[in-house]
């Protein structure tokens, strides 16, 4: 989950953050600051009401069994939030972490679009998350287009999800974690193009990709 920012971030950070607290603190007509920096802070009542679906696969990486969304240079992940209220009145979710450093390499991070669907707040400091909502809407199903970019090296990187609504006395909240795992693109299968023979000399053009090593090869004479 996100994280109050600490201390020890420079003062201007801090007061950037705040400033954009009293500036959402209305939002939904309910909610409070801590709603969006960490809903399980404030909103107290747990709830089973997301699912994140669509993944391709799960593993273990020493933190719980999570899933994980596949995704190449370039590429789109499809994160999409099943989520059932059950308890009525407005909710919204956020997906934050994305800027945090990789699973197996602290020093790698993630360099993404974001869904310009979803709103972003406190953007360019360490209290970095995406939100949409709210909605009264049960079920509904939410999707986060991340596209990511081409110069990341592969790994893991952990990205947070959190659901959280207020209905009368009742502040409700849902956090699950999952994977991004960004794989490097697979070469494409090299085509022979142009096939000519001169004499005893034989030679074909081949298509090259960029960012990809070249093969190479030999002939003898026929």
């Known amino acids: 989950m996100a994280n109050i920012p600490s201390s020890t971030q420079p003062t201007r950070e801090s007061l ?3 400033t954009t607290i009293l ?10 600051a801590a709603f969006y920096i960490n809903c399980a802070g404030c909103h107290t009542v747990s709830q089973s009401g997301m699912a994140i679906v669509n993944f391709q696969t799960t593993t273990n990486l020493g933190s719980g069994l999570r899933k994980v969304f596949k995704v190449s240079p370039g590429q789109t992940a499809v994160i999409k939030l099943n989520v059932t209220n059950n308890y009525g009145g407005s909710y919204a979710l956020n997906l934050n972490n994305l800027d945090a450093g990789g ?3 602290s020093s790698n991070h993630l360099a993404y679009t974001a869904d310009p ?10 209290t970095n998350f995406f939100m949409a909502g709210c909605a009264t809407n049960s079920p509904d199903l939410w999707t986060f287009n991340l596209v990511v970019k081409t110069n990341r090296p592969t790994g893991f990187y952990a990205i ?10 009742t502040m409700w909240s849902q956090q699950e974690s999952f994977y991004v795992r960004f794989v490097a693109a697979a070469p494409p299968v090299p085509v022979l193009q142009t096939p000519q023979r001169s004499g005893n000399s034989f030679s074909v053009q081949v298509a090259t990709t960029s960012g990809f090593t070249p093969i190479t090869w030999s002939t003898r004479p026929i």
């Not at 500036?23 to 409070?32: E, K, L, N, R, Y």
């Not at 947070?160 to 006395?169: D, E, K, L, V």
């Open 103 to 105: 699973v197996q390499n």
């Open 23 to 32: 500036g959402i603190f209305t939002f939904c007509g309910h909610a409070t």
């Open 16 to 18: 950037a953050i705040m």
């Open 160 to 169: 947070n999800s959190q659901m959280a609504g207020y209905y009368g006395s």
């Open 117 to 126: 669907a979803w709103t972003h707040y406190f953007p360019g400091t360490t």
